[in-house]
Structure formats: C-alpha cells, structure tokens
C-alpha cells in the first residue's frame, strides 16, 4: 500500500518541478523578449516601424541596450518611460548626437504658403527644398515650431487678426520632413478654440509626432520630453511668452484645463528647468518670445533667458519674431533669440537652422545652417547667398565667431 501511495506522488512532483522549470523558461524567453519588443514604440526608426520586420526590431532593441548601458534599466521598462515621457532612438553616429531646430512652419491651405504644395498633389517638396529635407531628415531628433492647431472643428477666435488650421491630414508633413518633435507653444496653437486644440494634441499622437508646451493641463503642458540616444538623456521643455496678456487670446492650462504652457510669469519655466536638469544631462529650452518683426531682442527676451540658464539649461532655442535674431552667450549658455520663419508664408526672408553635436560630455558643435524663404518656398542657400546670410548673422551676433560652415565658436 505503501508503495502504491508514493509511486503517483512522485510523479506528480516530478511533473509539476518540471513544468514550473518549463514555464519559466517559457518567461524567461518569450515573455521578457515580448516585453521588451514593446520598446520598439519608442525608440525603432520610423523606416523599421512601417516595414513590419520583427526580426529588425529585435535586432536594434539589443543594439540600442547595449549603446545605452547607462539607461539599460530605463529602457528595458517601457511602462515607466510612457509614464516619464520618455523616448530612445538610435543615432546615426555611436559617437555623437545630432539635434536640429527650426522655426516657424504652417500648413493652412488657405495661406499662400503651402499652394505650391497643392499645385504639386501635395508633395511637401515643392516648399522645401529636398536637399533641406535630407538635411532635416540626418538628424537625430529633428524640432521646429508648430504654429497651428489641425482640426476640421471649432471657429476662429474674435478679433484675433490672424488666426491658422491646417486639416489633420497634413500632419504627415511631419514625417515627410523627418521631423520627430514639435513645439506647439506659441500663440496660434488656440487660434480655433478649445476642440480644435484637443483636436492638435490627438492628431500629432496619431501621427507618431511627440509634442511639447501645451498639454490637456497644467502637468502635461509643462512635462519635458526626455530622449535618450548614445548614453545620454537629453531633457527638452518649451514655453511661450506670448501674448503678454493677463487674459490671452492663446490660453494657457491649469490644473483642471487644455492650454499652453505660458512663461510670461515665468516661475514655472524655471521649476520646469532645474527639475529636468535634475533628471537628464542636456537640457534644452524652446521658447516663444520676443517682438514680431523686429531684429533686435527685447528686455523680456534678455532676462529670461539669463534666468533660464541660470537654472541650469544647456541650450536656448527661441523662435516668434518671424525673422532672425542675433545668436550670444548667456551665463556661459549658448541662445539663438529668433530662428524666424522657416516656412511660413510667401516673403523674402533669411532664415535658417541650429545643427548641434553633443555627447556625455556635453555640447560639441554648434553650427548655424543658413536658408531662404522666398517665393513660399524654402531652401539651402550656396555661394554668395550663404556669405550674405552667415555675415547678416555675425554683424548682429556680437559676441561670438562664426566660420564660412556657420560654425559657431566662443
């Protein structure tokens, strides 16, 4: 009886040990690697994304841990980094990272800017030119402004002089430009009410476009977004000046409302800044300001940006003047006062865009990359137009040197 009692037992036991062995392998080597598959949402090129190929995936999730070693623990939990606003790409180069910034574009088909597009069955390279496109499309992370809500709702706000919607289909420009990031805090992002400013927010998360500077309240408008490539997490924060109002047209959020992240009372930029210098090792500010129009920086512009490198930003980025300001050092911090339009409407303008390098040691390069909107078209210029741009930026950047590339030194 004896016998007959322990012979089951022990081959239940031996069952059970072998499938709890068996299920967890089974965790160990499907689960896990499923789990960090999911990372592929953040950090997968967009070719690799759109091709399906999980095999490739896999492949550039390892590649990107290994890269990363710093941050493997961050980018292993993509749970936490959704949570954290957390992105990770792979670089073009392992030694470097390339971040590039532009101005103003617009996409509203009711403005001459984009009728060339039109004309062309809508191929954004009849605005821009496609050596500027490669150029954009090189970068790491590529930014601009986004002066527009995309909605096919709401009604232009009363007495406002000027007031943009694009429909939520021209959000694919973007990732026809190469673009990953935009700013939408400025003062056009409201330009159709609250609907259609959802509207923004919903269409750009759709698209794959990560935003920054407006947010469904408060908490999400003032978030950095945080990249993480090469081993170094790079915070950006954007905020907007404008209007410079109490009660603005464009408005900002609360704690219970939509809006943008205003920075006229600028406490919580500055909260917003040593909070992400705390938590990355570069931080970019992106902010809307300044005088539209107008080629010299205003007081507003000159104490905030003092301010905000004080509290610990790395790199200044301004934009809103709709033409160029002058590039200084501020507290040892590099600003570039005004990108100006990059592809707004249909005026002759210089323009151009910031290219820099950096690692784990910070910034590397810095170069300014001369341009021309003329024409509603916007391009790369050569020759004697690229001389006449880089030496309009050096007679009103005092302060630094820039070389015949539009590198700049201090």
Same mark, same amino acid.
């Given at each position: 009886m004896r016998h007959s009692f322990l012979q089951p037992f022990l081959v239940t036991f031996c069952v059970v040990t072998v499938a709890g062995i068996a299920g967890l392998a089974a965790y160990q080597w499907i689960v896990e690697p499923a789990k960090s598959a999911d990372i592929s949402h953040f950090q997968l090129t967009r070719e690799i994304i759109e091709s399906g190929d999980v095999e490739a995936e896999e492949v550039q999730i390892e590649e990107i841990l290994a890269v990363n070693n710093k941050y493997s623990d961050v980018l292993s939990d993509p749970d936490y980094m959704v949570e954290n606003n957390i992105y990770a790409k792979d670089a073009v180069s392992s030694e470097? =990272? *390339? &971040? *590039?910034? #532009? +101005? /103003? &574009? !617009?996409f509203d088909e009711n403005y001459a800017v984009m009728a060339g597009v039109a004309q062309s069955g809508g191929d954004i390279a009849a605005g821009i030119s496609p050596d500027l496109i490669s150029e954009m499309k090189s970068a790491d992370i590529m930014m601009l402004n986004n002066e527009f809500p995309y909605s096919d709702r709401g009604e232009p706000l009363e007495d406002k002089q000027f007031t943009f919607r694009a429909k939520t289909s021209a959000a694919s420009y973007l990732n026809d430009l190469g673009v990953d990031i935009v700013s939408l805090a400025n003062n056009h992002a409201y330009d159709y009410g609250e609907n259609a400013f959802l509207d923004t927010m919903e269409t750009l998360e759709n698209a794959g476009i990560v935003y920054v500077g407006a947010g469904r309240n408060l908490e999400e408008a003032r978030r950095p977004v945080y990249y993480i490539i090469n081993n170094v997490k790079i915070a950006i924060v954007s905020a907007t000046q404008i209007e410079r109002l109490d009660n603005p047209d464009t408005k900002g959020a609360t704690d219970s409302s939509p809006g943008v992240f205003r920075c006229w009372n600028g406490d919580n930029l500055l909260e917003t800044v040593r909070d992400a210098g705390e938590n990355s090792d570069f931080v970019i500010a992106y902010l809307h300001w300044g005088t539209e129009n107008v080629e010299d920086i205003d007081w507003a512009q000159e104490k905030q940006a003092a301010? =905000? #490198?004080? #509290? +610990? #930003? /790395? !790199?200044i980025i301004g934009d809103h003047p709709h033409c160029l300001q002058q590039i200084n050092i501020v507290k040892g911090v590099p600003v570039i006062y005004s990108l100006g339009n990059f592809w707004f409407n249909s005026k002759t303008l210089d323009t151009g865009m910031v290219k820099v390098t950096l690692n784990e040691s910070g910034l590397q390069s810095y170069q300014f990359i001369p341009c021309r909107q003329s024409g509603s078209k916007t391009t790369l210029v050569q020759g004697e137009e690229k001389k006449s741009v880089l030496d309009y930026m050096r007679s009103i950047s005092a302060g630094v040197q820039i070389d015949d590339e539009g590198y700049v030194t201090w």
């Open positions: 470097q =990272v *390339t &971040i *590039t910034f #532009a +101005g /103003d &574009i !617009l301010e =905000v #490198a004080e #509290a +610990g #930003a /790395d !790199l």
